[in-house]
């Protein structure tokens, strides 16, 4: 019962955190990682998790999404489903051993990248959007979703930073969209993951229902949040715990 209400409030908090500001694999993994599922499996079985959550919240944000830049929705989507397969594929041929060790560098890349997301896409925002051509927009696209088919972690403010290359400048309807390609991302990794039977389901299940309504309400409350500086610094803050953790193992 003790494990069930760990992976259900872990669930749930980073289902919250992913709709409003992301960073809940910090969270996700940890928790499924301490329930004693093997490295490979507990991330395979993080990005199944997420994926309620993210579609919830872009339902949730769904008036907010609209096309900017030099590339269509469809071919945004195609690009991210063919880079998520890549990475979900690099994950499978991983060893566990060295999944774990690469953990750690993983962590801390997502951690940075959290950190100064928010001085990255000022910066963007800044130049009025850098729009770029339609060559250089799919390959960010396609470079930001291999990672996300491997590693979920700092998928959130990747996608953020890929979407002001494309030229996006709407911040409610970039984060719609980062929850939506978030959620074909996951689900295009999560079919390859369970190809290869990763999936720890008994787990898979609590983590995913508690995500989901942590990502709905998440989401619903996003508009209301006028100190997401605070969130940030608190995400951050536990990113470095983790990042610690694992290094010190």
Not at 29 to 52: C, D, W
Not at 147 to 152: D, E, I, P, R, S
Request: hydrophobic share 60%; glycine share 14%; net charge positive.
């Amino acid at each position: 019962m003790l494990e069930i209400l760990l992976l259900a409030v872990a669930g749930f908090a980073s289902g919250l955190l992913n709709a409003v500001a992301g960073g809940g694999t910090f969270i996700s993994l940890p928790a499924l990682l301490h329930a004693g599922i093997p490295p490979v499996s507990a991330n395979a079985t993080a990005t199944l998790t997420a994926l309620p959550g993210y579609v919830s919240s872009a339902w949730a944000l769904r008036r907010e999404m609209q096309a900017e830049g030099r590339l269509g929705l469809r071919l945004i989507i195609a690009v991210a489903a063919a880079g998520s397969v890549i990475g979900a594929i690099l994950l499978v041929l991983t060893p566990g051993e060295a999944f774990l060790w690469i953990v750690p560098w993983l962590l801390l890349l997502a951690t940075v990248l959290f950190a100064a997301g928010p001085y990255l896409l000022r910066s963007v925002q800044a130049r009025g959007g850098l729009e770029a051509g339609p060559v250089l927009s799919a390959i960010a696209i396609l470079a930001v979703s291999i990672y996300g088919g491997y590693f979920n972690g700092g998928l959130g403010i990747m996608l953020l930073a890929a979407f002001g290359l494309l030229g996006y400048v709407n911040l409610h309807g970039m984060n719609g969209l980062k929850n939506l390609l978030s959620a074909v991302l996951s689900l295009v990794s999560v079919l390859t993951f369970i190809g290869a039977g990763l999936i720890a389901w008994e787990q898979a299940f609590v983590m995913a229902g508690a995500a989901t309504l942590g990502g709905y309400i998440g989401a619903r409350k996003s508009r209301k949040i006028v100190r997401t500086d605070l969130l940030r610094y608190f995400v951050t803050g536990v990113g470095i715990i983790m990042t610690c953790v694992f290094f010190l193992k």
